[in-house]
């Protein structure tokens, strides 16, 4: 029987990255690729205790719980916020299964087909799946280092007249880079000016290495209307428990928790209460500070790699925090041609080409330094080297 | 700033009952209104064990997960389903967020606006939400006690060439009905003939009050291409974990993941292995067969109140299984209006209005019997009889 699926799953990406990458996961490669924390560094043992307060409040805990998730957890995650300065309440906050559901469940509630989203080039793979089974189109704006370019930006603010602007300010995904204050002070000011909302994803702003820096996160910076931010526990406690949360203005929450009531009624309220006890009970912030230094070091052993190479085109941006080094090479070589060999020679990473919007860039590639232990990072590099070089070997003398 | 929301979220309905029932939650009102399995028999001490034997296997159980869900998990969900005769593998199954997960994500793979799902009627009020919510138009098929009647529904499949029909066919909500075997095949017969998929909603097959029945699933009559399958744990074990299933073809199945992998990544894996153990180690028939014997009990206290009522047009079925009476009362009386009174006077029950498609019965309510203690099902039944029987002393006699 041949099924007559919905128009929206043509735009569903066939991944041949996804399909060799799965492939990895199961054979002997070392893995740059995924965007996966240490296991080792997981607190089980807080996790565990946790649990265990939830199972020791009796069975009532265990039924059905609030679509906008358990209370005493968006009150927590309320105090979290207000030390970033992002002054909420639990009426503004909504517990996700992770920070994916807030893209989906955000774009479900404003994008018709047609509608358009700014974003950044290269931007978060699966955010751009998202705004594409919503069939919106998306519109790449002119960046650099510091963040989208401020005229480019405003052009197609008013050109596009888009249902939403979605950036990872800090730490981004998979460009690491961080939005300068005065670049996130005026993509606020053109959404205030223009009436356009920003979708804030910051997945990764407690993972910094700089301790005594300041990432002013742009919801902090609103009048309550204009940001919807979202964040998750999957990089700072563990992804198995899929929760994630948004804060925002309470209209749109409220109408992204009518969608998620339609969507799956709620999610895992167990784990929801887990974190609760978590947070109570654990030094989070002391565990944080681990992963900060854990994840610092092994971005260094892979700096330390990546500066002793010297190939023509080289080139990428230290991260000062988060989980990606972006690496462009000479402008010939096609990293996702080049995967299979890296893999053929026991090393994986992603290929830069789908995190584009347009005018992609083949040359880049994206390594992640979070999930392989130093000596793997070291030794994984080593392998890679191996590849590019010969990829360099083999490319065309320019007359 | 006015916020402009996408065209589906004209579509979610505002619901008014809702607003009423939060209210009751935290009263003292007496509920019948929320579809809730009673507190006091979930299987803490199993769910506690459960959880154990995921955090003896070590931090590596706490990592990201695949879309498709703990595979060990989806083969002893295989093995029970084989018990069924629904034979599929784990290919064929995917984890959810609770089965209204999969109502949604097969939803987004199937519906176009304007397509046609054809539905009992009345039917299972959040299945409806999700295809308004995709724009689909839906059409109320006329049925029997015995299920869909096959003249109308061969005409209505012929007429409008649904995308598919979505059935509860055992124990139905709101209708407590229970489909005949010769209507599933007729159902079934219809879609191979007419090549529409069946969408078959099972989450309260397990809870029968007669052991030595057996309800034949259409998926196990099926040819394995045209029957979407789901169930849950929430029902069996416990709603907070949110895990409930589908089974069907692996192509449908495989899209669903896609969709699934924009919607959340994954459910709560932790939660998935935990299900897994407690399979493995728990007597979980032994457990259904407690839950059945409890919920008839409930039932009977609330059937023996309701047959010792001589109201004029008053007509209710006695469930076979599941955990609603749905009753109707003389035509004149109007159950959404009636909801204050009886909240005014102790106790909720859910209006029948919104479980329809179309040929609105006011008349009908639908009153759970598996959340309030026997006890409490004696005294909220008094008390919601005060309030019916004002109703009918102030109808209107008819010339």
């Known amino acids: 029987m041949k099924y007559a699926f919905s128009d929206r799953t043509k735009r569903f990406q066939s991944s041949a990255v996804r399909d060799i990458l799965k492939v990895v996961n199961q054979g002997n490669v070392i893995s740059f690729a995924g965007g996966m924390p240490y296991d080792e560094l997981f607190p089980l043992m807080a996790v565990e205790e946790a649990y265990k307060c939830v199972f020791e409040s009796g069975k009532k805990t265990l039924q059905y719980g609030l679509t906008e998730g358990f209370l005493p957890l968006r009150e927590k995650i309320a105090e979290r916020m207000a030390r970033k300065n992002i002054k909420v309440n639990e009426k503004n906050i909504m517990l996700t299964t992770g920070s994916q559901q807030v893209i989906d469940l955000f774009s479900r509630i404003l994008l018709n087909p047609g509608d358009i989203v700014l974003t950044e080039n290269p931007t978060y793979l699966a955010a751009l799946q998202v705004f594409q089974s919503y069939e919106a189109n998306i519109v790449a704006v002119d960046s650099d280092e510091a963040g989208m370019l401020p005229d480019d930006l405003e052009t197609k603010i008013k050109t596009y007249l888009p249902k939403f602007v979605y950036v990872v300010p800090t730490f981004s995904n998979p460009a690491g880079k961080v939005w300068s204050l005065e670049r996130r002070r005026h ?213």
Chains 1, 2 share one sequence.
């Open 187 to 399: 993509l606020l000011s053109l959404a205030q000016k223009y009436h356009v909302i920003i979708l804030e994803d910051d997945p990764y702003g407690e993972i910094q290495f700089n301790e005594s820096e300041t990432y002013t996160p742009i919801a902090s910076m609103d009048d309550g209307k204009h940001v919807l931010y979202t964040s998750t526990f999957s990089k700072t406690v563990v992804p198995a428990l899929r929760t994630g949360w948004v804060a925002g203005p309470e209209q749109i929450v409220r109408m992204m928790a009518q969608a998620k009531q339609a969507a799956d009624l709620h999610s895992s309220s167990i784990d929801q209460q887990a974190l609760y006890y978590l947070i109570r009970d654990f030094d989070l912030d002391g565990h944080i500070s681990v992963l900060r230094s854990e994840y610092k070091m092994r971005m260094e052993v892979m700096r330390d790699q990546l500066s002793s190479l010297s190939l023509p085109g080289l080139s990428y941006v230290v991260p000062q925090g988060g989980m990606f080094f972006w690496v462009k090479l000479h402008e010939q070589i096609n990293t996702t041609q080049l995967l299979q060999k890296a893999i053929a020679n026991g090393v994986a990473y992603v290929p830069g080409a789908p995190f584009y919007v347009s005018d992609i860039e083949y040359n880049t590639l994206r390594l992640n330094y979070t999930h392989a232990t130093p000596e793997k990072i070291e030794q994984g590099m080593r392998q890679l080297v191996e590849v590019l070089e010969e990829a360099y070997r083999s490319l065309q003398p320019v007359f």
